[in-house]
């Protein structure tokens, strides 16, 4: 039986591990720091997903495995560490369901030998709970076309998650990208929801976020339209008033912010192909500085 291990059993890694498991034909192990008992997804036609993984608490309980599927939010990868060397043999292929566009220099240093398949998360979900996930819409995950891509869409048949594979797999983690450098950041500096995007100044700033990542995602090879910051940001501004990020959500709960691989991503490729980056720059100092203070217990609450 293929093994597979998940590693980051939130919102994507819990959609990921059920539906892996539902298909009946592979072994899915879940690595946690402590308990989910059990998993239950509630679909968005009101179906219910209840499914039994093996959870493992220790990663010295574990061995290789044929697939890891890592869905830790990506400043959590270091952490996970431990786990990925235990679970990464010859032979081994890490799916990485993270959002930005440096999966593999995230991960390359912690699984040895291992394949690395970076993916493009089209997967709308949260966490009501440990273990109990709200899903919104179909799942869908993009991977690069080639044997590694082929096998993982293999793997997923039958789990309810659609995997698309694509031969231009940077224009696809780009354009997410693009669509994510925005919300997240603006969201949880103003401590606002969507509707925050309505103020002018506002839309203006989340527009030279998102034309810069598009400047350096064409830069890097994508291709992605030019009026593409206009677009995101009519969308965000078309968002219902209850609509916020992943970012609003985890400052808000006290939690870390995943800002690093989405603004700090788009800064650190324009360092390196020179491109000016100066809104993302201040942004990602902001965010840092949050994340610092709240390191250190110098919030002001
Ligand atoms: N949620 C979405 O709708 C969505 C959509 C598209 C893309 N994404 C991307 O998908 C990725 C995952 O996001 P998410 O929303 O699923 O995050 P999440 O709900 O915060 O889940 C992350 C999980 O990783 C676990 N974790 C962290 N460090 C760990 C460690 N050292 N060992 C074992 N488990 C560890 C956490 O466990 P604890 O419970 O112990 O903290 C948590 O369950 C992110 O890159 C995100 O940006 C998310």
Redesign the pocket.
């Known amino acids: 039986m293929t093994r597979v291990a998940v590693?980051?059993?939130?919102?994507?890694?819990g959609v990921v591990a059920a539906g892996l498991a539902s298909t009946g034909r592979l072994e899915v192990t879940a690595?946690?720091?402590?308990p989910l008992d059990g998993l239950r997804i509630d679909g968005p036609d009101g179906g219910v997903q209840e499914a039994p993984v093996r959870e493992v608490l220790d990663p010295s309980l574990v061995s290789a495995v044929d697939w890891v599927v890592l869905?830790?939010?990506?400043h959590?990868t270091a952490?996970?560490a431990p786990?990925l060397e235990r679970l990464c043999g010859a032979g081994t292929r890490v799916a990485v369901?993270?959002?930005?566009v440096e999966h593999v220099e995230r991960v390359a240093p912690l699984v040895g030998d291992a394949g690395i398949l970076p993916a493009v998360?089209?997967?709308?979900?949260?966490?009501l709970r440990?273990g109990h996930i709200r899903l919104f819409g179909r799942p869908r995950i993009v991977v690069p076309e080639g044997d590694d891509g082929a096998d993982f869409a293999v793997l997923c048949q039958g789990s309810g998650i659609a995997v698309a594979t694509t031969e231009d797999f940077v224009t696809a983690a780009w354009a997410k990208l693009c669509q994510n450098v925005a919300n997240g950041a603006i969201t949880a500096l103003t401590m606002r929801r969507m509707p925050v995007f309505a103020h002018p100044g506002i839309a203006r700033l989340g527009r030279a976020l998102v034309e810069e990542a598009r400047q350096v995602a064409a830069a890097s090879g994508a291709d992605l339209p030019p009026d593409l910051a206009d677009r995101v940001i009519a969308t965000l501004r078309s968002m219902s008033a209850e609509s916020g990020s992943?970012m609003l959500w985890d400052r808000l709960a006290g939690r870390e912010l995943?800002y690093d691989?989405r603004n700090g991503a788009v800064v650190r490729a324009g360092a390196r192909l020179g491109v000016p980056t100066p809104h993302n720059e201040s942004l990602t100092a902001l965010l840092e500085a949050v994340s610092e203070g709240r390191r250190r217990g110098e919030e002001v609450t």
């Open positions: 590693v980051g059993v939130g919102a994507v890694g690595c946690l720091r402590s869905a830790t939010k990506a959590q952490g996970a786990w369901l993270q959002n930005g998360v089209e997967i709308s979900a949260e966490s440990r992943s995943e691989a």
